[in-house]
Protein backbone atom coordinates (compact mmCIF):
# COMPACT_ATOMS: atom_id res chain seq x y z
CA UNK A 1 0.00 0.00 0.00
CA UNK A 2 1.38 3.92 -0.99
CA UNK A 3 2.71 5.66 1.77
CA UNK A 4 0.28 8.36 0.43
CA UNK A 5 -2.80 8.40 -1.04
CA UNK A 6 -4.46 11.72 -3.00
CA UNK A 7 -7.65 11.20 -0.53
CA UNK A 8 -6.01 11.44 2.47
CA UNK A 9 -4.73 9.43 5.09
CA UNK A 10 -5.63 5.37 4.54
CA UNK A 11 -5.73 5.14 8.23
CA UNK A 12 -8.08 7.71 8.90
CA UNK A 13 -11.73 6.74 9.03
CA UNK A 14 -13.26 7.73 5.81
CA UNK A 15 -10.50 5.74 4.66
CA UNK A 16 -12.32 2.51 6.89
CA UNK A 17 -15.63 3.27 6.12
CA UNK A 18 -14.86 3.22 2.10
CA UNK A 19 -13.03 -0.24 2.78
CA UNK A 20 -15.64 -1.27 4.67
CA UNK A 21 -18.26 -0.47 1.86
CA UNK A 22 -15.85 -2.95 -0.33
CA UNK A 23 -16.25 -5.78 2.26
CA UNK A 24 -19.81 -5.18 2.43
CA UNK A 25 -19.98 -4.83 -1.88
CA UNK A 26 -18.04 -8.33 -2.00
CA UNK A 27 -20.25 -10.23 0.85
CA UNK A 28 -23.98 -8.82 -0.98
CA UNK A 29 -22.26 -10.53 -4.00
CA UNK A 30 -21.50 -13.90 -2.33
CA UNK A 31 -25.06 -13.60 -1.10
CA UNK A 32 -26.60 -13.16 -4.21
CA UNK A 33 -23.91 -15.44 -6.46
CA UNK A 34 -25.14 -18.34 -3.85
CA UNK A 35 -28.51 -17.69 -4.00
CA UNK A 36 -28.76 -17.30 -7.40
CA UNK A 37 -26.91 -20.56 -8.02
CA UNK A 38 -29.68 -22.50 -5.12
CA UNK A 39 -32.26 -20.68 -7.11
CA UNK A 40 -30.74 -22.14 -10.94
CA UNK A 41 -30.50 -18.80 -12.32
CA UNK A 42 -27.19 -16.12 -12.72
CA UNK A 43 -26.92 -13.48 -10.08
CA UNK A 44 -28.19 -10.84 -12.79
CA UNK A 45 -30.92 -12.58 -13.30
CA UNK A 46 -31.75 -12.48 -9.51
CA UNK A 47 -31.05 -8.51 -9.84
CA UNK A 48 -33.28 -8.17 -12.69
CA UNK A 49 -36.17 -10.19 -10.81
CA UNK A 50 -35.46 -7.85 -7.66
CA UNK A 51 -35.90 -4.86 -10.21
CA UNK A 52 -39.28 -6.32 -11.15
CA UNK A 53 -40.45 -7.01 -8.17
CA UNK A 54 -39.72 -3.43 -6.25
CA UNK A 55 -40.28 -1.18 -9.64
CA UNK A 56 -42.99 -3.45 -11.67
CA UNK A 57 -43.23 -4.82 -14.99
CA UNK A 58 -40.66 -3.41 -17.65
CA UNK A 59 -39.98 -3.64 -21.27
CA UNK A 60 -36.47 -4.76 -22.68
CA UNK A 61 -35.27 -1.15 -23.05
CA UNK A 62 -36.08 -0.56 -19.63
CA UNK A 63 -34.93 -3.09 -17.99
CA UNK A 64 -31.00 -3.06 -20.10
CA UNK A 65 -30.83 0.69 -18.83
CA UNK A 66 -31.38 -0.10 -15.69
CA UNK A 67 -29.28 -3.08 -15.38
CA UNK A 68 -26.64 -1.81 -17.81
CA UNK A 69 -27.32 -4.26 -20.23
CA UNK A 70 -28.26 -4.86 -24.01
CA UNK A 71 -31.66 -5.70 -25.50
CA UNK A 72 -30.39 -9.28 -26.56
CA UNK A 73 -29.21 -9.83 -23.03
CA UNK A 74 -32.58 -8.82 -21.68
CA UNK A 75 -34.41 -11.02 -24.14
CA UNK A 76 -32.09 -14.07 -22.93
CA UNK A 77 -32.37 -13.24 -19.45
CA UNK A 78 -36.30 -13.20 -19.90
CA UNK A 79 -36.50 -16.80 -21.02
CA UNK A 80 -34.34 -17.93 -18.31
CA UNK A 81 -36.68 -16.04 -15.75
CA UNK A 82 -39.83 -17.51 -17.28
CA UNK A 83 -38.12 -21.26 -17.85
CA UNK A 84 -37.55 -20.98 -14.32
CA UNK A 85 -40.81 -19.74 -13.00
CA UNK A 86 -39.76 -16.87 -11.75
CA UNK A 87 -41.13 -13.83 -14.63
CA UNK A 88 -43.45 -14.07 -17.63
CA UNK A 89 -43.57 -11.93 -20.76
CA UNK A 90 -46.79 -10.49 -22.05
CA UNK A 91 -47.48 -8.14 -24.72
CA UNK A 92 -48.00 -4.20 -23.70
CA UNK A 93 -51.77 -3.42 -24.01
CA UNK A 94 -51.23 -0.21 -24.98
CA UNK A 95 -48.55 -0.69 -27.70
CA UNK A 96 -48.88 -3.96 -28.91
CA UNK A 97 -45.04 -4.52 -30.35
CA UNK A 98 -44.01 -3.96 -26.72
CA UNK A 99 -43.31 -6.80 -24.27
CA UNK A 100 -43.16 -6.24 -20.54
CA UNK A 101 -41.83 -8.81 -18.29
CA UNK A 102 -43.39 -9.33 -15.13
CA UNK A 103 -41.94 -10.94 -11.70
CA UNK A 104 -44.43 -13.64 -11.12
CA UNK A 105 -45.33 -13.43 -7.49
CA UNK A 106 -45.13 -17.13 -6.61
CA UNK A 107 -41.51 -16.88 -8.16
CA UNK A 108 -40.67 -13.59 -6.55
CA UNK A 109 -41.55 -15.31 -2.86
CA UNK A 110 -39.77 -18.55 -3.59
CA UNK A 111 -36.90 -16.29 -4.70
CA UNK A 112 -36.90 -13.88 -1.58
CA UNK A 113 -37.48 -16.36 0.89
CA UNK A 114 -34.36 -17.47 0.89
CA UNK A 115 -33.80 -14.09 2.59
CA UNK A 116 -35.72 -14.34 5.54
CA UNK A 117 -33.21 -15.30 8.04
CA UNK A 118 -31.08 -11.96 7.05
CA UNK A 119 -34.55 -9.92 7.16
CA UNK A 120 -35.07 -11.36 10.68
CA UNK A 121 -31.45 -11.03 11.42
CA UNK A 122 -31.00 -7.01 9.97
CA UNK A 123 -34.05 -6.59 12.33
CA UNK A 124 -32.52 -7.64 15.27
CA UNK A 125 -29.63 -5.55 14.68
CA UNK A 126 -31.39 -2.33 13.96
CA UNK A 127 -33.13 -2.99 17.47
CA UNK A 128 -29.69 -1.87 18.67
CA UNK A 129 -30.11 1.42 17.52
CA UNK A 130 -32.03 4.23 17.85
CA UNK A 131 -34.66 5.53 14.92
CA UNK A 132 -32.27 8.78 14.84
CA UNK A 133 -29.17 6.55 14.24
CA UNK A 134 -30.76 4.56 11.84
CA UNK A 135 -31.81 7.70 9.85
CA UNK A 136 -28.15 9.04 9.73
CA UNK A 137 -26.69 5.56 8.58
CA UNK A 138 -29.49 5.25 5.48
CA UNK A 139 -28.53 8.77 5.04
CA UNK A 140 -25.28 8.31 5.00
CA UNK A 141 -25.60 5.15 2.76
CA UNK A 142 -28.14 6.79 0.06
CA UNK A 143 -25.13 9.26 -0.04
CA UNK A 144 -22.41 6.41 -0.53
CA UNK A 145 -24.62 4.98 -3.31
CA UNK A 146 -24.92 7.93 -5.29
CA UNK A 147 -20.83 8.60 -4.74
CA UNK A 148 -20.38 4.92 -6.00
CA UNK A 149 -23.29 5.66 -8.92
CA UNK A 150 -21.25 8.89 -9.69
CA UNK A 151 -17.91 7.33 -10.06
CA UNK A 152 -19.51 3.77 -11.67
CA UNK A 153 -20.76 6.69 -14.34
CA UNK A 154 -16.97 8.19 -14.72
CA UNK A 155 -15.03 4.83 -15.43
CA UNK A 156 -17.58 3.49 -18.20
CA UNK A 157 -17.24 6.98 -19.76
CA UNK A 158 -13.58 7.32 -19.69
CA UNK A 159 -11.41 6.09 -22.80
CA UNK A 160 -9.28 2.85 -21.34
CA UNK A 161 -6.44 3.46 -19.80
Not at 142 to 157: G, K, P, S, V, Y
Request: net charge negative; charged share 25%; proline share 6%.
Amino acid sequence: MPDKFPWGDPAGLPHEITQELFELSMAIDSIGHATAARLGINQTDLICLERLVSRGPMGASELAATLGLSTAAISAMASRLEAAGYARREMDPSDRRRVVLHALPAGARQAFSLFDGLYRAANDLDSEYSERDQKKLLGLLRRFRQLIAEHDTEIRTQPPA
